[in-house]
Nanobody, 119 residues
């Protein structure tokens, strides 16, 4: 059972930056992709950013140009650098590790870390 532990959340003002970290209990290159999702109160959990095993990345339109996903393979850690934060970025942020078995996605999740952006 893989474990994912997020850290780095907090309360910041609009325009400020935060970096989230996700420490994974096994080799992150063993996963098809690593990603960050977020869930605001009363809303569904949405993809924020993802990085594939090969290094390709994709971002939600709402964070493109402000957020950067990266990874340190040696430390089994995935990061989310968040710049120019907005109040609408307020949410619980979850780390995701995905394996793909034939056509089935097998997802593992962290416990989440709260990010609150005040105006």
């Amino acid at each position: 059972q893989v474990q994912l532990v997020e850290s780095g959340g907090g309360l910041v003002q609009a325009g400020e930056s935060l970096t989230l970290s996700c420490l994974v209990s096994r080799d992150i290159l063993g996963f098809a992709s690593m990603a960050w999702y977020r869930q605001a109160p009363g809303k569904q959990r949405d993809l924020v950013a993802a990085i594939a095993r090969g290094g390709g990345t994709n971002y939600a339109d709402s964070v493109q140009g402000r957020f950067t996903i990266s990874r340190d393979n040696a430390r089994n850690t995935v990061y989310l650098q968040m710049n120019s934060l907005k109040p609408e970025d307020t949410a619980v942020y979850y780390c995701n590790a995905r394996r793909v078995v034939i056509t089935t996605n097998l997802d593992s999740w962290g416990q989440g870390t709260q990010v609150t952006v005040s105006s």
